[in-house]
């Protein structure tokens, strides 16, 4: 059986976040975000992801959604 995680969106982490797609857009350039998956030209994230980066800086995150 395959299993799958979940994946967010731009548009959702940036409001779970609080900050604006375009900052994360910026970070992703500048290589100070996680770059996540594009699938189908739509730029996803794993959770996982997000929340191993934000350990990185000793900050607990977890993402609700």
Do not use: V
Not at 19 to 44: A, D, Q, T, V, W
Request: net charge positive; glycine share 4%; aromatic share 12%.
């Amino acid at each position: 059986m395959i299993q799958t995680e979940p994946l967010i969106s731009i548009d959702e982490l940036a409001k779970e976040l609080g900050m604006n797609k375009f900052s994360i857009y910026h970070n992703i350039r500048l290589k100070r975000f996680p770059e996540g998956i594009k699938i189908r030209g739509r730029r996803l994230f794993r959770k996982k992801d997000i929340e191993s980066y934000f350990d990185k800086f000793n900050l607990e995150y977890k993402i609700e959604l």
